[in-house]
């Protein structure tokens, strides 16, 4: 008798910003062959295009109908997400600080989420997929073969993202200050809060190194892959 086929899994990761959940998804779907999605970079574009045709990011009509006549494609490489906004990379832009507060701003209002987790089912439908973000267990695939809530104290979270990007002229306090309030608006929203699901593997990585991490999730990749034959 032949072997069935391993079927390709949905891995959903969630969690706050600076929790390593972009590095690990990224590493993870590259050892198993699966495509990496990062949701947020998304939200990212949106707010882009908002700040470039002068949209207020309170505005959800405006921001819907500009998400509706845009193209926003995470073309998958080998280190992550090239985004690519009506055609144009963006990639490098949309890390910077004021599309970073303007992600934060854009995803709170229920229609613009609506369009993006319909958007972000059809990209992972198919299986094969790593996609990270604040509610892929929740709402976007809320039947994820594995969902893995990943924290981390968010005094180490801040240290993280302080390291990974040093913005000139801003001070590590006022960085400090601005993650907080992007982590107390994700967490409170009205609409599809940042929680982990209720069968969400969570991972506390305060004291775990990526590695550990990587490993932990490997194994449990691997558990729910002979479980599922
Ligand atoms: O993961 P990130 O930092 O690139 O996300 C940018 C913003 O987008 C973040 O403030 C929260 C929001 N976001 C969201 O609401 N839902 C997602 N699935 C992903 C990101």
């Known amino acids: 008798m032949t072997e069935p086929t391993q079927r390709k899994l949905i891995i959903a990761i969630d969690g706050p910003a600076g929790a390593g959940k972009s590095t690990i998804a990224s590493r993870l779907a590259r050892k198993l062959g699966y495509v990496n999605l990062e949701s947020g970079a998304m939200y990212r574009a949106l707010a882009l295009r908002a700040i470039e045709w002068d949209v207020s990011f309170d505005d959800e009509?405006?921001?819907?109908?500009?998400?509706?006549?845009?193209?926003?494609?995470?073309?998958?490489?080998?280190?992550?997400?090239?985004v690519l906004l009506c055609g144009k990379d963006v990639s490098a832009r949309i890390r910077e600080r004021d599309v970073t507060e303007g992600a934060s701003r854009v995803s709170?209002?229920?229609?613009?989420?609506?369009?993006?987790?319909?958007?972000?089912?059809?990209?992972?439908?198919?299986?094969?997929?790593?996609?990270?973000?604040?509610?892929?267990?929740?709402?976007?695939?809320?039947d994820a073969d594995l969902k893995i809530f990943l924290d981390a104290d968010p005094v180490i979270r801040e240290q993280r993202r302080l390291d990974q990007q040093r913005v000139k002229g801003v001070s590590a306090e006022a960085m400090a200050a601005e993650l907080r309030e992007r982590d107390r608006r994700d967490r409170t929203r009205a609409a599809s809060p940042l929680v982990a699901a209720e069968d969400a593997i969570v991972l506390d990585s305060t004291h775990m190194s990526e590695d550990e991490v990587l490993d932990r999730i490997e194994e449990l990749v691997e558990e729910k892959s002979l479980s599922r034959r």
């Not at 405006?62 to 073309?75: G, P, R």
């Not at 613009?112 to 319909?118: D, I, K």
């Not at 094969?128 to 267990?137: A, F, L, Q, S, W």
């Open 61 to 82: 009509e405006a921001l819907l109908k500009l998400a509706q006549d845009s193209s926003i494609v995470l073309d998958r490489t080998i280190g992550g997400n090239r």
């Open 108 to 142: 709170v209002h229920p229609k613009v989420r609506e369009w993006m987790v319909a958007r972000q089912r059809e990209m992972g439908i198919g299986g094969g997929v790593v996609m990270e973000g604040r509610d892929i267990g929740t709402k976007v695939f809320p």
